[in-house]
């Protein structure tokens, strides 16, 4: 499980506000498994929006761009 957290597509820069409880158990994730940050937080939100379709409205349509 531990090697499905490398980032294979193009990324981008993010910046976003979290709660500092949050953050801290990211960064402790992080020291532990030796997994980058940005790798973790990709994973989590890849399966945020994987459990939660409803929030995209219903016309939402992968771009060929974004799929690369």
């Known amino acids: 499980m531990r090697e499905n957290f490398k980032l294979v597509g193009p990324t981008a ?8 409880e949050v953050l801290e158990t990211i960064q402790a994730m992080e020291t532990f498994v030796k997994v ?10 890849k399966r945020f929006i994987s459990s939660h379709k409803d ?7 992968k771009t060929k761009a974004s799929q690369q």
């Open 13 to 20: 820069k993010v910046s976003v506000d979290l709660e500092k």
């Open 36 to 45: 980058p940050c940005s790798e973790l937080v990709n994973t989590a939100v």
């Open 55 to 61: 929030f995209l409205p219903s016309d939402y349509k």
